[in-house]
């Protein structure tokens, strides 16, 4: 007894329309899936990109404000003068950003040398710290 599958038997009738058929496109299930994939993945895309934003920001003050301290202690060093220990603000613009750096020198170990300490602010919001550097300066500059 030979068990014929209703496809079978449909096959063996109409060779031409059952290859046609069958070979037709996807499955409402199958695009349904992959809409759910693409959407997934630009989802997550899209996330990704609001976070390089969010960042390029942050990134942006953090170098304005690292330039800002190199170029304190720079002209420290130009100005050929030995730094008396204390504090002072100085406004130390960059870009377009309008920063305030604060220099505080303190007494080292060695005589010969200052610890010069640059903390960076942003002058709008003067408890956010943009950048933080700290160097010693010798007496013979």
Known sequence: ??????????QQRYPQTY??????????????VALVIVGTALSASLRAVSNLTRNSG????STMGSWSA????????LSKVWPDVGKQSINCP?????LVCEQSVT?????????????????QDTQRRV???VQ???NGL
């Open 1 to 10: 007894m030979v068990i014929f599958r209703t496809g079978d038997l449909e």
């Open 70 to 77: 190199e170029n304190t202690l720079v002209n420290l060093r």
């Open 107 to 123: 007494a080292s170990n060695n005589p010969n040398f200052r610890r010069v300490e640059i903390n960076v602010y942003d002058a």
């Open 19 to 32: 290859k046609r058929y069958k070979a037709s496109g996807f499955t409402l299930l199958e695009v349904l």
């Open 131 to 133: 950048a933080h550097l």
């Open 94 to 98: 960059q870009d377009d950003m309008q």
């Open 58 to 61: 942050a990134l942006h003050a």
């Open 136 to 138: 010693l300066v010798s």
